[in-house]
Structures are given as C-alpha cells and as structure tokens.
C-alpha cells in the first residue's frame, strides 16, 4: 500500500507545539539539573532525605500496583462475567478516582482518619496511625490508581466473552485454571500496560498525598513533594536533579509501555 | 514453572510491603528517642543546625540521642495539620493565632504563651523594605510608599506577613496623622495597597515575583527573608529599615496531648527550652533572626537595625481583636481593597 502524501503544514505545527511545550521544559530541567555537574547531580539524589522520600515513593508504588492489580482482576471479572442488579452502579464507582480531584481524596481521608473522625479514638486505641503516616499515603495512591488496571481488562474480557471459557469448564476445568490457561493469556497484555499505567501514576502522585502526608521530611515524603519543598526553599539545583529522577523514572515507564503496546498489538493481530 | 515464579515474586512484595507496614509505628530504639517539630517555611536551615546542637546536649544529659523529624510549610496549613492529627511533639509557627486555633481543638493547653519566656518566642522578626540595588526611586520611609512606585506585599487575607505588614504601615501611619485621624489613616494605607501590582497568596510568592520576575520597585518582607534574598541574589537589592515597623513572635508551643500519649513531655520541653540558651540564641542571629535575649542581640547590632521602632500586636488589641477589625470579611481591609476596585 502506498503512503498519502505528507503534508507539511500539520506537521510543523504539531513538532513546534512538542518542542515548547514538552521538549523545551524537559531540557532545561535536566540542564538545570546537571548545573552542578555530574558529581554535583550525584551528590543531591544521594542526598539522605532524597533516598528516603525515593524509598517511600518505590514501597507506595510497588503497593498500589500489586493491591490494584490484584483488586483490578477481581474487579473486572465481577464486572464482566456477571450479570445482576447494581452492576452499572458499581461500574460507574470504579471511575470515582478519576473525576474527583486528588486534594479530595487527601481530605476525604482526612475526615475519615483524622481527628475529627469517630475512628479516631479506636486508632489511638490500637496505637494505629493512618495519616499523617506510611499507611495514609499507600492509601491515597492506591485510592488514586485504583481505576486503571481494571479499565484496561474491562473492555478485553467484554470482547473476547465467555464461550473459550465456557468450554473449558465443561471439561472440567477449575476456577483456577480457567484463569490461567484461558483468560490470562489474553488479557497479558492489556494488564500489563495497566500496570505501567498505574506505575507511572502512582510515582507522580502529588495532591493527595500531599494533603494527607504531613511533610514529616524522611518520614512521609514522596519525590514529589520533596521537590515541592526543595524548590520553596530556593535550592534550585537540588529541586531539578530530584525531578530529573522523576523524568528518567517515567522515560524508563514510557519505553516499557510503548514495548507493551508494540507487543499486545502484534500478539492481536496473530 | 515461570508463571509459579511470578506468583512467588508478586507474594513476596506484598509480604515486604506489609513488612514495612508494620515497621513504621516504633518511636524508639533502645538508644535513639525521636520526637516531631511542625515549623513554618523559612526555618528549615535553623532547625537542621539546631537539631544537631540538641541531640549532642541531650546525649550528655541522658546518654540518648534525639533524631528530630521536621514538617515545614505555611504556618496556617502546618497548624491544621496538627489540629487534624498530626502528631507533633512541639510546634514552632509564625503566628500564635496559629498555635491558638491548635489549642481551640483542646491539643495544647491555655496558658501555653506563658510556658516559656518572651511570650513563648524565642526568637523574633520584623518587617522591612527590599528594594533593587542603587535604590533608584529614593524609598527611605512607608511615607515613599504612597506615591510612584510599585509595591510587592502578599494578600492579608490568605498570608500572615502580610498582615504584620499591614500592621506595621497603619502603625507608621498612626504615628503621622494620630491614632485618633482614622480616616487619614486608612486613606494612606489605601494608598499603598493602590500601589501592589501583584498581591500573592504567600510571602514566598511575593519573594519570587519581586526578584525572579523582575516586578515592583519595592518589596515588604520579614526581615529574616530579606537577609535570605541578599545571600541569593548577591548585589541585586538593597535592604531598607523603615523607622517603624512591627515585632513578630513567632510562637513555640508544646502539644500537650501528643507528648502525653508518647511520654515525652521532658524531651519536648527541654527542646524548647534549650532554644534560649547562648549558644542557641547565636545561632538564632546567625541564621538572621532577631534573638530574644536583649545582650546577645547586642552582639548583632551591625546585622539588624535596633534603632528601629517596634510595636507589638498588643498595641492593636492582641491578635484576635487585630484579627476582627482589621482582617474579617467586611473589616478595614476589605474596605481598603474595596474602594481599590
């Protein structure tokens, strides 16, 4: 098949438009971040409170993809392979995270778990601290996440429907099983950039998190809000080399997702 | 099989994770005790050394070392935190309205302003002019902010230098025209505040709008930022005195119902007491706030400006009064910027 012609006019607008608004900004963060050179860039990542806010982003992370993964496979099957009363209710639940903005969740959680909240005096109790604490930030960023996995399975086990299914357990294949040989293998790819969809999200992070974590710095700092600070208290450099972490962070994410998508198309198509 | 090993490896994360889960909930290990300082925005330097001046007293009193966690931001935002939970030991603000509306919630007890000397500052601040070097609109007194030029002040509404500014010029003001001449008063605070380009929501905005953006002839700041923006910004600005201005205290509190429940009553206590030492209170100059002990601010009086005439927010009611008539919706202010528009 022959190629349409190109036409210049589109195309120009649309690289000039990439090089100010994504290059542009980009480049100058990393040049603002390697100013000190590259020892200088090692020295601020190395820095104890920046390892211990990278630590804190990791375990958030690595906690809101394993629970969302976990709770998008269960969430999309009940959705998808059942059929009763409330179900579009509890379709149109999941997508709460996305259109409520993030400092709402932070203060929802702030009523929920502060000191305002009946719970209170049964946390003090069991001397159980959510916000303001490692446990209250996992929760906003699994709260914020939550959606993504189960909205990339969704519309896969909705396409491929139940007869391979069906089949297998007719020749009485377990629950398990069925998972495992048939509908696993379909759904690998969809899950998968789901699961880097939640990845990058849950790094990023900010509003929620910020609102419930108290700023304890080496205690409930994430990268994001450490940059946050950095930046407020003018050490320019340091503020640029924690960001240009962030951005080698999501380049990483990108490189994995656009394989992902390169690879679950091929294996589509076969 | 390499799907079982996935499995594993997935389990094994959620075990670390509910590992460290757990981890997190210990305030001391046999030889460290820690304890939590909620501050403000621009004393995050000051703490770091002082923390590590405590620990190494601490140590000698009790052969245990002190790991201070600090939580900065606004004073206002830091303030509910605490009210919502956040288990601060001490809390060091910019405002004592602050700390009040922490003891409104019942955390910290009344009287708190009296537990420690100077009404619980232990260091103080003020307000001052910042204008760009070589001082080319000739601004000496809040008298030059009434005519030509462009002033940078933060929003008295939403920041709490900007209302010690506010004070601070109607203060002047009631030294020119009497305190009884209202009108006059309020015509050339009005004035002034005709004469902001940008009003910011916090004093750190109006910092990077007046010396990153390049607006204003003239910026209103804390005394102890302006000595900040002349260590950044070497040779760009000059610092003005006004011949009055307005003593800031910041306020140290202890949050009773926190160090109950951890049982560090005694380690918060000498935290905050320790700042009044000698050595304590250099450093407090050192990092450009006023100390409170009158002989050691002696030491700098090259650095600040003691000539300057203070008045302290008793001179306008206390806070809550300055708070009503000056700053509630419908108060002075409100008919200030009103008549702006």
Known sequence: MEKKKCRPVPVIICAVFIALFLILPLVFVITEAFSDGL???????????????????????????????????????????????????????????????????????????????????????????????????????????????????????????????????????????????????????????????????????????????????????????????????????????????????????????????????????? | MKKIRKYIILSLCVLITAASLCGCGSRSDGNTVSMINVSYDPTREFYEEYNALFSDYWQQQTGKSVEVLMSHGGSGTQALSVANGLPADVVTLALEADVNSIMNEGIIEPGWVEQFEGDSSPYTSTIVFMVRAGNEKNISDWGDLAGEV????????????????????????????????EDAIVDFVGKIYRNVLVLDTGARGSTTTFCENGQGDVLLAWENEAFLILEQYPGEFEIVNPS????????????????????????????????????????????????????????????????????????????????????????????IYDFQR
């Open chain 2, 244 to 335: 009055i201005s307005t003593l800031c205290q910041p306020s140290v509190a202890v949050v009773d119902e926190v160090v109950d429940r951890n049982r560090s009553r005694d380690l918060a206590e000498a935290y905050l007491e320790y700042l009044y030492c000698d050595e304590a209170q250099r450093m407090i100059g050192r990092y450009n706030y006023r100390p409170s002990n009158p002989e050691i601010l002696q030491e700098f009086s090259n650095v600040f400006d003691l000539e300057m005439e203070l008045v302290t927010i008793d001179h306008f009611g206390g806070w809550v009064a300055a708070q009503e008539k000056y700053f509630s919706d419908g108060g002075v202010f409100d008919r």
């Open chain 1, 39 to 270: 020892a200088g860039w090692w020295a601020n990542i190395t820095e104890r409170y920046t390892v211990k806010a990278l630590k804190l982003s990791l375990l958030s992370m690595v906690a809101a993809v394993v629970i969302n993964t976990v709770f998008g496979l269960f969430a999309a099957w009940a959705l998808t392979r059942y059929y009763y009363r409330g179900q579009r209710i509890l379709n149109t639940l999941i997508d709460i995270p996305l259109s409520v903005s993030p400092v709402i969740a932070g203060l929802i959680f702030i009523l929920t778990f502060g000191r305002s909240s009946p719970l209170y005096p049964l946390l003090q109790q069991l001397h159980i601290s959510v916000i303001y604490a490692v446990p209250g930030i996992i929760i906003a960023t699994v709260f914020v996440t939550l959606p993504y996995v189960s909205r990339e399975i969704i519309p896969v086990l909705n396409a491929i429907g139940t007869a391979e299914e069906e089949a297998a357990a007719l020749m009485g294949a377990g629950g398990w099983k069925i998972f495992r040989k048939i509908t696993l293998p379909h759904i690998k790819w969809s899950l998968l950039y789901g699961i880097v969809l939640c990845t990058a999200r849950s790094l990023g992070e900010f509003g929620a998190v910020s609102v419930i974590s108290g700023h304890l710095r080496g205690r409930t700092n994430t990268l994001p809000l450490h940059i946050e600070i950095l930046y407020n208290e003018f050490q320019y450099s340091p503020a640029f080399a924690v960001s240009s972490l962030l951005v080698i962070l999501a380049i990483i994410l990108l490189v994995i997702r656009s394989v992902v998508e390169h690879r679950g198309g091929k294996n589509e198509q076969v």
């Open chain 2, 150 to 181: 462009g002033v940078i002040t933060p929003n008295p509404k939403t920041s709490g230098a900007a209302r010690w500014i506010f004070l601070a010029a109607w203060a002047w003001a009631e030294n020119q025209y009497g305190a009884d001449n």
